[in-house]
């Protein structure tokens, strides 16, 4: 029997400290209103001034570990979706697997910004359908705080901290559960709509995130939901078949717009965007794991996640619980 992906496990961590739009509109000309009706978002976590994009990572991979009922001498493969990482190189993986006491197998980085994590569940599947590894953790971490341009309105208001993670494991007894099917999409050519000014070989620096945001927000609809569509045409599954879908949290305006566009009941879309705002890579799996803990999505139930970010990158991934 084929090898599958089957998700034992998930977890997330969110930083203490908690940004209100009411904090944020005495810093920049800004209102509690106008967020909230552009976007939906009420409040985000942001990162202590010593917490790390790893240490954040390291605090969700613990908890999906717990979850799974697995430990660090279990899992041969970190896969951590990230476009905010400790330092340039080595990867932030690579800290996290020093961390958890990680000893086999490979760990590495993706950088598919908000896509990060379905890129990052993609990856991890591929190496585990081949056989290739055994269990994986698949993690979003990101400290979006270190990178906004805190003078700027537009962007500051959106994104948060945060960090989310699941456990894989490759399974050949278990036809029904795990990783359906995924899909993957870039196109280069609308990098300039959302990327960081800074860099190693460009700048010298770190640089600020810079977004052109009511274009991204067109091609946020029209992709993501190709991306769900294509998702399930893969798996010969139709959206009515899809009991949750769990998207990333960017603007609640664009989930309505995605559930509006495809005749999707709103009941059965997972949204944090109002307590977590924008946390990039993380807000998949962060969305997931609170939809998990709460008793909303069951064992056996089939999701359907999706994201669109910088690149830009968009993608769905379908997954039986
Ligand atoms: O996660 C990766 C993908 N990212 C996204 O999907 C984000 C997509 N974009 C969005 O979510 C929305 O475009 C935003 C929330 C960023 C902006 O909402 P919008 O409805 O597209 O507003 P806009 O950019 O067209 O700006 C409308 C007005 C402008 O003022 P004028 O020119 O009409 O006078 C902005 O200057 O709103 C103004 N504005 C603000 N006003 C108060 C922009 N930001 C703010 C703010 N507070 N924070």
């Known amino acids: 029997m084929a090898l599958r992906s089957v998700l034992t496990g998930v977890g997330s961590y969110l930083p203490e400290r908690i940004l209100t739009n009411a904090e944020l509109a005495r810093r920049v000309d800004t209102s509690d209103e106008w967020i909230k009706e552009r976007t939906g978002i009420s409040e985000r976590h942001i990162a202590a001034d010593d917490e790390r994009t790893s240490d954040l990572a390291c605090a969700a991979a613990l908890r999906a570990l717990e979850a799974a009922g697995r430990g660090a001498g279990d899992i041969d493969l970190i896969v951590l979706a990230t476009a905010t990482p400790d330092l340039t190189f080595p990867a932030t993986a690579a800290r996290v697997q020093a961390e958890l006491g990680v000893t086999k197998g490979a760990a590495f980085d993706v950088q598919a910004v908000c896509s990060g994590f379905i890129f990052a569940l993609a990856t991890a599947d591929n190496f585990l359908a081949r056989g290739q590894a055994q269990a994986a953790l698949v993690i979003g971490a ?40 995924t899909f993957l999409r870039t196109d280069g050519r609308m990098h300039d709509l959302l990327y960081v ?18 274009a991204v927000f067109r091609q946020a609809v029209e992709h993501i939901s190709g991306a769900m569509l294509e998702a399930c045409a893969r798996a010969n599954v139709s959206l009515d078949d899809v009991d949750w879908f769990v998207p990333h949290q960017a603007n609640q305006r664009i989930l309505d717009g995605v559930a509006r566009k495809l005749g999707i009941d709103v009941e059965q879309v997972i949204s944090t965007v109002a307590l977590h705002g924008n946390t990039s890579a993380a807000s998949v799996p962060l969305a997931l794991d609170v939809a998990t803990r709460d008793g909303r999505i069951k064992k056996g139930d089939l999701v359907l996640m999706e994201a669109l970010g910088g690149g830009l990158t968009w993608g769905a991934a379908l997954v039986r619980m």
């Open 197 to 214: 000014d800074g860099g190693p070989s460009q700048t010298q620096s770190v640089g600020k995130l810079r977004m052109v945001g009511n």
């Open 142 to 181: 990101e400290t979006f705080s270190r990178i906004v341009d805190w003078e700027d309105r537009g962007t500051c208001v959106l994104f948060g901290d945060g960090a989310g993670a699941v456990v894989l494991e490759a399974r050949d007894d278990d036809a029904e559960r795990g990783v359906i099917s």
